[in-house]
């Protein structure tokens, strides 16, 4: 059986570690990740880990020193295609001002649902769908147009069973 692999939008780590997963209160969800990803359960891309690096704090800290192995490259063929048509798709909503386009462009997400759709991965995101916004592009809307599932970190952690070593290990044969 496949398992399903899990790509991480930097909301993901950053409202984790700022506020109900603190590194200094549940060690034991960054633990989890580092697990997971050693599994090949749960990784993000590089377009993420650059702006985590921008962070320069505990986070970006946790990130170089323990995670930088799941961070994967978007400069892949099939990556860099599928973006393509997401840039596309976004120049075609007219519903987006210009502005939000340009930011789109300018951020990870559109690589993170490209790196999904390419690889057959899920997004985990805290952004909500809002198919009616003009300022922002969000990231459950391209995976909505893309058919790329999407889900928020509590979701994961119940398909995944768990954090690290408590995890599904016996519920998935890991």
């Known amino acids: 059986m496949r398992h399903r692999v899990y790509v991480l939008d930097a909301n993901v780590f950053i409202q984790a570690a700022h506020h109900y997963y603190a590194f200094d209160l549940v060690p034991s969800f960054w633990e989890g990740l580092v697990w997971h990803a050693d599994k090949g359960r749960v990784l993000s891309i590089d377009r993420v880990k650059n702006e985590l690096k921008r962070g320069k704090d505990e986070l970006w800290d ?53 790196y999904a759709r390419a690889r057959q991965c899920v997004v985990v995101t805290h952004e909500k769908p809002e198919p009616n916004c003009k300022t922002r592009v969000k990231i459950p809307d391209v995976c909505d147009a893309f058919d ?14 768990g954090l690290g ?8 044969g890991l």
Not at 65 to 78: G, I, L, N, P, Q
Not at 152 to 158: A, H
């Open 62 to 114: 946790w990130a170089r020193d323990r995670f930088t192995h799941a961070f994967v490259s978007t400069d892949e063929k099939d990556v860099i295609e599928v973006y393509g048509d997401i840039m596309e798709w976004a120049r075609r909503q007219f519903r987006f001002t210009s502005a939000a386009r340009s930011g789109f462009a300018d951020a990870a997400d559109a690589w993170l649902v490209a």
């Open 165 to 172: 070593g408590q995890a599904a290990a016996t519920r998935d």
């Open 148 to 161: 790329v599932p999407y889900i928020n970190t509590f979701d994961m952690l119940r398909e995944l069973g």
